[in-house]
């Protein structure tokens, strides 16, 4: 009737406007934010490029094998013969063969990173693992066998093992002073970035011997020592303590990127 007042549409009403294009202003807005994400998204995932060479991938998972195999070995070796009698040198080989595997991880996923979102992940992985599993772990180990010693007024440093396990702790510790001070508030304790940046090459170069020296000495305590002769079959000494080692380290060395220690 003309002059009189439109009706209020129902909800059948508001739909049929929808769908026939007519009020559709907010679920545009919605369409297009949805649209904006899904495409920002995809840029993201378009500029990560693969970071993985050729026998990246078997080098991996040999190291993970070598590594298992050596904590494992361990583990056992020491439950298996009478935990709850060896004192405080029960935690000596549980603690450094942990600290070991902990370094293991923390070298391979930090590997293959190339970009700056991979770099910044596998950094922060790289730090949890050493901060919070290995350095821990070693610390504790060294200070049980040391104190352990003490306590029976025994000498320290008579072997080779411990000569080199107490220097390649006190490596470790400027490793890691070196490393943190460089990427920690921005690497102001070496003058900031870029500068405390040229640090890092050279704290990748001195893992990569450093590492080594941690399973040497991993292998003169565990194929030598007179405990682990005296408690263990030698193949499985051979297997966990000689073979493991040396193909840990062989992988290691196959995913190093020299790209990223260019000195010269």
Known sequence: ?????????????????RFLGVGHEEDDARHSEA??????????EQFVKPEGRRGDAPARLAAITAASVFVVS???????????????????????????GAFTYGILTLQPTSQARTKAAGLTRH??????????????????IVYRKSLHESPHFTTWHGTIGIVSV???VVQIFIGG?????????FGGNPKAKQLWKYHRL????????????????????????NNSPYVVRLLAYTI?????????????????MQFF
Do not use: C
């Open 181 to 189: 001070g460089s990427v920690w508030f921005g690497g102001r304790l």
């Open 127 to 144: 730090q949890v693992v050493i901060l919070a599993v290995g350095l821990p772990s070693i610390t504790l180990g060294t200070l049980a």
């Open 170 to 172: 006190a490596w470790m």
């Open 244 to 260: 493991s080692p040396v193909v840990l380290y062989v992988a290691i060395l196959a995913r190093l990127r020299t790209s990223k």
């Open 74 to 100: 361990t583990w056992v070796i020491t439950f298996a013969n009478h935990p709850t009698s060896l004192g405080l040198f029960f935690f000596h080989p549980i603690l450094q063969s942990l600290a070991i």
């Open 1 to 17: 009737m003309a002059g009189s007042p439109p009706l209020p549409l129902s909800a059948t009403d508001r739909d049929g406007e």
């Open 35 to 44: 649209l904006t994400g899904a495409a920002d998204m995809g840029y993201d």
């Open 206 to 229: 001195s893992g990569y011997l450093l590492f080594p020296l941690f399973l040497l000495a991993a292998y003169l305590g565990g194929a030598w020592s007179n405990w682990t002769t």
